[in-house]
C-alpha cells in the first residue's frame, strides 16, 4: 500500500507540470466562454475562446484527441491526488510538514480536494463523451446535448449555471497553482537564475 501511494506521489508530481498550461487553459477559458455567454459575448469571440478551449486551434482532427487528453489527464490527477489526500488524512497520520497555521500551498490544495474532486471528474468525464460522442461514436445532437448540460450545469438554471462554472473553473485554477508551487519547479529555476 505504502509503495501504491508512493508511485501515486510520483506519478502526480511528474504529470502537473506537463498538463498545467493546457488545464489551465481549459479553465479558464470555460469559464470566460460561460461568464462572456451569458454577459453577451459575440459569437466570434465565443467561438476563438471555445476553439482554445476544446483545442480546435490545432486543427480539427486533433479535437477528439486533445480533449481526450485534457480529460484523462484531469481524472488522473484526480484520481491520483485524491489517494494522496485520503493517505495524508487517514487518521494516525502525522504531517511532516509540522502544523503551523499558516494557510500554505499544501493546506489550501488538500482542503480544496475533497470539494471538488467531485464536480472536476464529472465536468471531464462529461466534456470527453461530449465530444467523442458526436466525432466517434455518434450521439445524435440530442444526447451530446444531455451531457453537455451536465458539463456546463445547465439543470441549475441560467443564473446558477455561470456561478457553478466560475467555482469549478476557479476552483481547478486554485489547484493548478497551488500543485505547481508545490512541486517547486519556480523555485529551482529562481536559485539556479540567482547563482
Same mark, same amino acid.
Given at each position: 500500500?505504502?509503495?501504491?501511494?508512493? !508511485?501515486?506521489?510520483?506519478?502526480?508530481?511528474?504529470?502537473?507540470?506537463?498538463?498545467?498550461?493546457?488545464?489551465?487553459? =481549459?479553465?479558464?477559458?470555460?469559464?470566460?466562454?460561460?461568464?462572456? *455567454?451569458?454577459?453577451?459575448?459575440?459569437? +466570434?469571440?465565443?467561438?476563438?475562446?471555445?476553439?482554445?478551449? =476544446?483545442?480546435?486551434?490545432?486543427?480539427?482532427?486533433?479535437?477528439?484527441?486533445?480533449?481526450?487528453?485534457?480529460?484523462?489527464?484531469? /481524472?488522473?490527477?484526480?484520481? =491520483?491526488?485524491?489517494?494522496?489526500?485520503? +493517505?495524508?488524512?487517514?487518521?494516525?497520520? /502525522?504531517?511532516? *510538514?509540522?502544523?503551523?497555521?499558516?494557510?500554505?500551498?499544501?493546506?489550501?490544495?488538500?482542503?480544496? #480536494?475533497?470539494?471538488?474532486?467531485?464536480?472536476?471528474?464529472?465536468?471531464?468525464? #462529461?466534456?470527453?463523451?461530449?465530444?467523442?460522442?458526436?466525432?466517434?461514436?455518434?450521439?445524435?445532437?440530442?444526447?451530446? !446535448?444531455?451531457?453537455?448540460?451536465?458539463?456546463?450545469? +445547465?439543470?441549475?438554471? +441560467?443564473?446558477?449555471?455561470?456561478?457553478?462554472?466560475?467555482?469549478?473553473?476557479?476552483? $481547478?485554477?486554485? $489547484?493548478?497553482?497551488?500543485?505547481?508551487?508545490?512541486?517547486?519547479?519556480?523555485?529551482?529555476?529562481?536559485?539556479? #537564475?540567482?547563482?
Amino acid at each position: 500500500m505504502q509503495n501504491t501511494q508512493r !508511485n501515486f506521489r510520483q506519478f502526480h508530481r511528474k504529470i502537473a507540470p506537463i498538463v498545467f498550461l493546457p488545464l489551465l487553459a =481549459t479553465a479558464v477559458t470555460g469559464v470566460l466562454y460561460r461568464i462572456g *455567454r451569458s454577459g453577451g459575448m459575440s459569437g +466570434s469571440i465565443a467561438g476563438q475562446v471555445m476553439s482554445i478551449h =476544446t483545442g480546435e486551434f490545432l486543427g480539427e482532427a486533433i479535437v477528439p484527441f486533445y480533449v481526450l487528453l485534457i480529460g484523462l489527464s484531469l /481524472v488522473a490527477m484526480i484520481v =491520483t491526488g485524491l489517494t494522496m489526500w485520503r +493517505s495524508r488524512s487517514a487518521p494516525g497520520t /502525522v504531517s511532516r *510538514r509540522g502544523s503551523s497555521q499558516k494557510l500554505s500551498d499544501r493546506k489550501i490544495h488538500s482542503k480544496l #480536494t475533497p470539494i471538488l474532486f467531485l464536480p472536476l471528474a464529472i465536468s471531464a468525464v #462529461t466534456g470527453v463523451i461530449y465530444e467523442l460522442g458526436q466525432d466517434w461514436f455518434g450521439l445524435s445532437p440530442e444526447q451530446a !446535448n444531455f451531457f453537455m448540460k451536465i458539463h456546463q450545469g +445547465s439543470y441549475l438554471g +441560467s443564473f446558477l449555471r455561470v456561478i457553478y462554472v466560475l467555482l469549478i473553473g476557479a476552483g $481547478l485554477v486554485a $489547484l493548478l497553482i497551488t500543485g505547481i508551487n508545490m512541486t517547486g519547479i519556480f523555485h529551482r529555476k529562481r536559485k539556479s #537564475t540567482e547563482a
